[in-house]
Nanobody
């Protein structure tokens, strides 16, 4: 069974950068679409980025497009979320997740499929952006 472990969270000032990692427990992680979600206090969890298995196509929400970059290193069985120009509103717990199969999304719109389609979740890592 696939297990995901996030790391790399922390506290930064506005305008700073962080790189989150999502390490997978199986050697076939490259075949899974991997999504990054975040949940801010008092808000619903939202998908912010996703990278497809296979061709590695990347998708972003409007709130992070141009600032965040999702990538994968198949040799390390890891997916990254490079976050730059961080804003206070990026403060949240960040989760990586994988559906059992299929692409990041079926149609245009949000970068990820609905949460209930993701079977595998990491434990989350806190990102705090404040001055």
């Amino acid at each position: 069974q696939l297990q995901l472990v996030e790391s790399g969270g922390g506290s930064v000032q506005p305008g700073g950068s962080l790189r989150l990692s999502c390490a997978g427990s199986v050697l076939t992680l490259e075949h899974y679409a991997i999504g990054w979600f975040r949940q801010a206090p008092g808000k619903e969890r939202e998908g912010v980025a996703c990278i497809s298995g296979g061709d590695g196509s990347a998708y972003y929400s409007d709130s992070v497009k141009g600032r965040f970059t999702i990538s994968r290193d198949n040799a390390k069985n890891t997916v990254y979320l490079q976050m730059a120009s961080l804003k206070v509103e990026d403060t949240a717990v960040y989760y990586c997740a994988a559906p059992p199969d299929g692409p990041c999304r079926a149609t245009d719109g949000p970068p990820t499929r609905p949460e209930y389609e993701y079977d595998y979740w990491g434990q989350g890592t806190q990102v705090t952006v404040s001055s």
